[in-house]
C-alpha cells in the first residue's frame, strides 16, 4: 500500500520493488531472521533530526548471529563492518560502487535508485538510465558493481539502514582529484549539479535534472 501511495505522488518515476524480477540484475533478497539487531540498531542509533549520517563499522552491531551468518554466506569469511546509514534525503546527487558485494537491511522502508557500473560511459550516465525501487524493510544484497547512493526516504520520518560492506570500505585515502576512485573501495560519480563535490575534485557524471523524490506524510 505505501509503495502505491508513493508512486501515486511521483508520477514521474517508475517506482518497482525488490521483490520484482527487475531487481535481480542488482541484486537478490535474503532470507534472515535480522529483528534482534534492527531493533537494538533502533534504539542505540536513532534517526537524525535532519541531514543524513552515515556511520561505517559499529562494533555493537558485529556479535549477532545474522551478521556472522551474512559474513559466511556473502562475503565468504573475509573481514567486515557493519554500520548504519540513516538521515532525511529526497534527492539523488551522486552514485558509487565497490568491489564485493554490499548487504542492507532495511530498518524502515527506503528507496534505492540503482544502475550497473558498465552503463557508466564517458562523459557519463544519464539518470534514465537508473531503475527505482522500493525496499520494504527488508535484508537485500547489492551485487558487485552495482550504482547506488545514499537512499531516498520513503516518508517524512526518515529512512534508516544497516550497510554491511568489507572492511575498510569507505575509508580514506591518498585522493588523486579528477579520478573516480575516491575513497578506499569505492569509486564514486558526482551529479553535474552537485558543485560542492566537484569543486572537491569529484567526477561529475550523473547527468540530467536530479532524481527526487517526494515523500509519505508521517503516519
Not at 557519463?124 to 527505482?132: H, Q
Not at 575509508?171 to 553535474?192: C, D, M, Q
Request: charged residues 20%; aromatic residues 8%; glycine residues 8%.
Amino acid at each position: 500500500m505505501k509503495q502505491e501511495i508513493l508512486q501515486k505522488r511521483n508520477p514521474q518515476v517508475c517506482i518497482k520493488n525488490v521483490n520484482d524480477a527487475a531487481f535481480s540484475r542488482y541484486g537478490k533478497l535474503i532470507h534472515l531472521d535480522v529483528d534482534a539487531l534492527l531493533q537494538e540498531a533502533e534504539k542505540q542509533y536513532p534517526i537524525p533530526t535532519s541531514g543524513n549520517a552515515y556511520i561505517a563499522d559499529i562494533a555493537a552491531l558485529h556479535p549477532f548471529a545474522c551478521v556472522a551468518e551474512i559474513a559466511h554466506r556473502i562475503f565468504a569469511e573475509m573481514a567486515i563492518e557493519v554500520g548504519i546509514c540513516h538521515g532525511h534525503n529526497t534527492t539523488l546527487l551522486g552514485l558509487e560502487h565497490h568491489i564485493g558485494s554490499e548487504v542492507n537491511m532495511a530498518i524502515t522502508d527506503c528507496v534505492l535508485a540503482l544502475g550497473r557500473k558498465e552503463d557508466f560511459q564517458a562523459p557519463g550516465i544519464d539518470k534514465e538510465a537508473l531503475e527505482v525501487f522500493y525496499v520494504p524493510g527488508s535484508v537485500i544484497e547489492l551485487f558487485e558493481g552495482t550504482l547506488h547512493y545514499c537512499p531516498f526516504s520513503a516518508d517524512q520520518k526518515g529512512f534508516s539502514t544497516i550497510v554491511i560492506l568489507l572492511d575498510k570500505t569507505n575509508t580514506p585515502i591518498s585522493y588523486r582529484k579528477g579520478e573516480l576512485l575516491t575513497k578506499r573501495n569505492k569509486w564514486f560519480i558526482a551529479h553535474v549539479q552537485n558543485q560542492k563535490k566537484i569543486q572537491e575534485g569529484n567526477v561529475g557524471g550523473l547527468l540530467g535534472e536530479p532524481l527526487q523524490i517526494s515523500l509519505l506524510p508521517v503516519e
